[in-house]
Structures are given as structure tokens and as C-alpha cells.
């Protein structure tokens, strides 16, 4: 059989069993060793037998485990790297590769290329600090947790992607308390405690790194009550947050930097996912 009659097949058979189709493409690259582009160049050539006992064996737990593909394969791309995640890590999500994105951006702007210290508060497998650590030179990145676990993982992805990132554990502010920072950007958890969410997520991913309190937004509160004495004067402030929390950041900003420039950034999708603070520098 072809490749692509083989991954029609697949992806029919996913859909059927009311899974992602998005999963075989994912599994296909990881079974070949081939990126997409590669594999569409071959997709008329007679698929090896040893390929598809390789993709047939995960595939079938991924149909019947629960398990989300990127465990099973054993990495998630993000921001065009290959982070290596497992059970006790969340899988990077697009939205996280957008708020990496506004981050550079919004660097440029309000920093214009000067060196800065940035904190990645509740790293998981380390996508934001790492990230930010390879694509931009001038950032010198801190990034902390609070699970052990969670930062063997972060480091072993520093490790892998050649990335400049200092790893501190502990809750919160705690590890980075006495530093001062340029930049502080965090993805906390934020799902409100008692939303449905899907059990291929829940039952898989940490459930410490996706709860938030009752509102899902305890660790906003937490975070921003210590945070001035952490910041340079001149500092930015980007978190991630739920698309119907645009009010209570600005408000919670506010709370706390009553002078500051607060921003909120929508997605891809159009949703109000994200709000960066301006602190000094800008409108003051
Ligand atoms: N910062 C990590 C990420 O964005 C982990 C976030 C979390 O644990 N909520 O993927």
C-alpha cells in the first residue's frame, strides 16, 4: 500500500473512533523520521512493511488508550522545535507559540534590542523560556516550577535544543524572590477548577498544570500581589489566560500597576487570550 492511500485509511479510521485526524500526520513523522514536506514527496511510494508495524502499534493504543499522540510519540513541536514531553508535563499548545510570539515582538518594541532578564514563571516542558532563549540572544532566561519532575523534563529539552536557560524549582514566586527581572512572562494553569474538560486531557496531562482555582485565575492573583518587587523599573509583564478573563486581568493589572500600560492580545482564533503589562517606559 502507498503512503497515501495508507494515511487516508488511517485518518478515516481515527475519525471513525472520534479521534484527530491530525494525530496520523503526527505519527507518520515520527514513525518515518520524515517532516510533512518529505513525506508528500513520497507519498506514492510503496510504504515499508516495518513502517506500518512502527505506526500500527502506537496507533492502535492512541485509538484505544486515551492517550494523547504527542505521549505516545514521545515529543510536541513547538515554535518549529521538537519538545520532548511526557505525563508530567503539559503538551505545548498553539496559543503558548502565539503568546512566545507577542513576546518577541513586544521585546523589540519596548526594549529595542537592549540585554534583558525574563522569568518563565510554571515552565512545564520549558517552551516559553527555552523558546525565548533561542530565538532572541539578548534574552538571558530564568524559568522555574514546581514540580521536580516537571523540570528534569525542561532541562533535558534545554539540553537537546542547545537553549541558555537557568532552572530554579519551587511554588510561585518563591524560587525567584531577591531577583529583578525586564521581562516576566507566565502560562499558569487557568481551566476554573469545575469546567468539563476532555477526559484524553484530564486523565492524561497534569492536572496541576491545568486547574486554577475556582475561576482559574488564583495563580494571576498570586503571581501579580508579589510581582512589582521583582521588576525593573522599565519591565513587561505577558501572561496567557482564558478567553473570558480579558475584565479580571486588566482589573487584577490594575489592582496592582494602577500606572501601567495593560494590554490584552487576541489569538489566532480571535479569542482574548492574552494581557501584557507595560510598566514604566510607556504612558507614564
Ligand atoms: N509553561 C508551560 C506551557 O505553556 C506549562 C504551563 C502549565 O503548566 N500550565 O506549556
Known sequence: ??????????????????KEESAV??????VTGLETNALYMRSDDEMKKEDEEKFNSIFDKYLHDNKPIQYLIGYSNFYGYDFYV?????IPRCETE????????????????KKVDVCDLATGSGCIGITLSLEEKNMNVVATDISDKALAVAKKNNEKLGGRVT?????????VEGKK??????????????????????DNEPNIALFGGSDGMKFYRIILSGLKKL???????AFEHGYDKK????????????????????DLEGKDRMTFIYVGGIDE
Do not use: H, W
Not at 98 to 113: Q, W
Not at 167 to 175: A, S
Open 1 to 18: 500500500m502507498t503512503y497515501r492511500k495508507f494515511i487516508k485509511a488511517k485518518q478515516e479510521e481515527a475519525l471513525e473512533n472520534d
Open 25 to 30: 500526520y503526527l505519527l507518520m513523522e515520527a
Open 86 to 90: 511526557n505525563e508530567d508535563v503539559l
Open 98 to 113: 502565539e503568546l512566545v510570539e507577542n513576546v518577541l515582538y513586544k521585546y523589540d518594541d519596548f526594549f529595542k534590542g
Open 167 to 175: 532552572f530554579l524549582q519551587g511554588d510561585m514566586l518563591k524560587p
Open 181 to 202: 527581572f525586564d521581562i516576566f512572562v507566565s502560562n499558569p494553569p487557568y481551566i476554573p477548577d469545575d469546567e468539563l474538560v476532555d477526559s484524553l486531557v484530564k
Open 231 to 237: 521588576l525593573k523599573p522599565k519591565a513587561m509583564v
Open 247 to 266: 475584565d479580571e486581568m486588566y482589573k487584577l493589572a490594575k489592582a496592582y500597576f494602577p500606572d501601567a500600560k495593560v494590554e490584552c492580545i487576541k
